[in-house]
């Protein structure tokens, strides 16, 4: 099973970008380095040794949350049982902190946000691709739409959980990400696994029309 901490995760350089997983996700990319020196127990000093600018920090967190959702994300819908997926859902606490960095970095926005969400999409193609090599996964005429449809769906998801708690109706995923989750499998897993195993349409008229008159102008 894969675990939120890589291999070299008691290392200085490894305490410190967890660190600025969570302080960013709670507080922003705005955040000072000693705030995040101060969370990672070392000196700002010390974290400009290992990674020569906040830019070049943030740059690492990136890419270790988006490592680490695909790896979990490849291996849940390839190897594990469903009682081993659930298992990890009723976890939330061990994948908190990325889903608060995730959150902070759309609504962040900006070209680093944009080319963020298009790393997820590219992750989430490869890793449907290795499901459906698996079997446990039904292939699409479109992979890459597949992908970019069920990225966006997530990154809605995030969005309205942070809008419902600014109005009050809920728990932030920036604040309290562990508890967001929690919410948000209450009230959308149900749904979202009927549709993902079921379907919603009762036929296939809609989509054989649109693949006819798509066939006979691939214009949208």
């Not at 600025?20 to 995040?36: E, M, Q």
């Not at 020196?37 to 020569?52: K, M």
């Not at 989750?181 to 649109?210: A, C, F, H, K, N």
């Amino acid at each position: 099973m894969v675990n939120v901490r890589s291999a070299d995760d008691l290392t200085t350089r490894a305490r410190i970008r967890d660190a600025a997983v969570v302080r960013f996700g709670r507080d922003g990319f705005r955040v000072g380095l000693r705030a995040i020196a101060s969370d990672a127990g070392v000196s700002p000093g010390l974290v400009i040794h290992h990674f020569g600018s906040k830019e070049r920090l943030r740059g690492e967190c990136d890419a270790h949350v988006r490592r680490t959702i695909r790896e979990v994300k490849a291996e849940a819908i390839t190897q594990w049982s469903p009682g081993q997926i659930l298992g990890e859902m009723s976890n939330a606490a061990e994948y908190a902190p990325l889903v608060g960095y995730v959150v902070r970095c759309l609504l962040d926005g900006g070209a680093l946000a944009a080319e963020f969400v298009e790393g997820m999409v590219a992750d989430a193609a490869a890793y449907l691709e290795e499901a459906v090599d698996a079997g446990t996964v039904r292939p699409s005429s479109d992979p890459p739409g597949r992908a970019r449809y069920l990225i966006a769906t997530t990154v809605g998801m995030l969005v309205i959980a942070q809008l419902e708690a600014d109005a009050g109706r809920g728990v932030s995923p920036t604040v309290d990400p562990a508890g967001a989750l929690g919410q948000m499998w209450q009230t959308v897993l149900l749904p979202g696994l009927e549709m993902m195993t079921d379907g919603l349409l009762t036929s296939s008229d809609l989509l054989d029309e649109y693949r006819t008159a798509m066939a006979g102008d691939p214009s949208p």
